[in-house]
């Protein structure tokens, strides 16, 4: 590819910073060509997808991780017909809950979850932080 421009290049000419661009195309957003020595390489059609980006995140008021949750409901059918079902679902007080206990049985199962996603968290995601 001649014609293209370097990502610092193509930074300066788009207003995304080169940390943002890798962003981008990490989140499969755009996808630059690159050179033989593997640098990316920003032609017109990237420079008008990302022109067209940001367009589109200010007209709609979006961000940059609501197009590339769009492009996973997208890519991933099971995600997407989850986030359908979730939709289409009506609150439903399980069959074996009394009535009077169906707060308190949703505020117990929260705190289940809460507790959950707090154990995830604390826990080492490399060989490295285990040593």
Not at 4 to 29: D, Q
Not at 60 to 75: H, K, M, N, T
Not at 81 to 103: G, I, N, Q, T
Not at 112 to 121: F, G, H, I, P, S
Request: charged share 30%; no cysteine; hydrophobic share 35%.
């Amino acid at each position: 590819m001649t014609d293209a421009l370097t990502i610092h290049e193509a930074a300066e000419t788009t207003g995304w910073s080169p940390r943002m661009l890798r962003y981008i195309e990490r989140n499969g957003l755009i996808e630059p060509q690159r050179s033989a020595a593997g640098y990316r390489l920003y032609g017109a059609a990237e420079l008008q997808r990302l022109r067209t980006l940001k367009e589109l995140l200010g007209d709609y008021d979006l961000g940059l991780g609501d197009i590339g949750f769009a492009l996973r409901l997208r890519r991933e059918h099971e995600l997407r017909d989850a986030v359908e079902a979730w939709f289409e679902a009506k609150p439903e007080r399980p069959a074996d809950v009394p009535a009077d206990d169906w707060l308190s049985f949703e505020q117990q199962k929260h705190s289940r979850l809460l507790e959950a996603v707090r154990a995830r968290q604390t826990q080492p995601t490399s060989p490295t932080e285990t040593a």
